[in-house]
């Protein structure tokens, strides 16, 4: 018998070194992976308070904020479609813009109580005229009513002057007096006083058209109302209206009745209000 040999052809083991140098390349990525994972938070801080101060006016090193939020502050860039984050949030008005805001509201809180006040003096003068009125019976003659734009004091026709005429009666007299001391108030006000007729021409030679016939009325009964000292006439107008305001219809002789008369309006603002 043949003797075997002793030993047999031996293995090829070239393979082993491009395996270890694989393993080996493979723990150093997994090395530097891990070693890039753990941050020296202390570091990142510092390195991104530098930038924000150089770069955004930052505050420093010192202050305490979170690295997390500074890298994602300034980590993001603005695609060219985004919108402006800005967009849509409310803004806070400077501080200036602020107190002017509270200086207006002010203001009218004081225009306000004011007007409440004048409301409050012409409801007074109101009273005293209606207590005068009452005394006297002349409800179908007298009115008083608050309106926006004042106390209006209503002289009825037949009252003050006789039917086409702006001469005085001798009842308006006592009438003009009594109202003048009610006009007194402290600060003054204005003091509008305006003539109406009805609808029916005046053709006299004194006064050719109602234009001045109401006009003359109007006029002669503040003359009255101004003989009272206490009264300021630069406070004072007169003004005719003709038959172009009428408070009832022209087509039945209470209504031209009612629309022939004298108004005496106590402005609302006083003088003070008033500039």
Known sequence: MKRKKKHE???????????????????????VLFAASEVNSQKFQEISDSFNKELQGGTGILDNQSAVETFEETSKIAEPNDADPTEGEATAPPADEEEDNKIEMTAEEIEQLALAEDYKELAAIQDK??????????????????????????????????????????????????????????????????????????????????????????????????????????????????????????????????????????SLYSDEEAD
């Open 9 to 31: 052809d031996h293995v090829d083991e070239s393979w082993l070194i491009p395996y270890a140098d694989i393993l080996t390349l493979l723990l150093a990525l997994f090395i």
């Open 129 to 266: 005229v209606k207590a005068y009125i009452a005394e006297r019976n002349m409800e179908d003659k007298l009115d008083a009513e608050l309106t926006s734009k004042g106390l209006l004091l209503k002289i009825k026709d037949g009252v003050l002057y006789r039917s086409g005429s702006a001469d005085l009666s001798e009842e308006s007299r006592t009438i003009a007096e009594e109202i003048s001391k009610m006009l007194i108030t402290d600060p003054p006000r204005s003091i509008f006083i305006e003539g109406h007729t009805d609808n029916v021409p005046s053709t006299s030679a004194e006064f050719p058209s109602n234009w001045e016939l109401s006009s003359a009325r109007a006029i002669n009964f503040m003359k009255l109302l101004l003989e009272n000292d206490e009264l300021e006439a630069r406070k004072f107008s007169a003004t005719g209206f003709a038959e172009h305001q009428p408070i009832a219809g022209n087509d039945t002789a209470e209504g031209r009745s009612e629309n022939r008369r004298v108004e005496v309006l106590i």
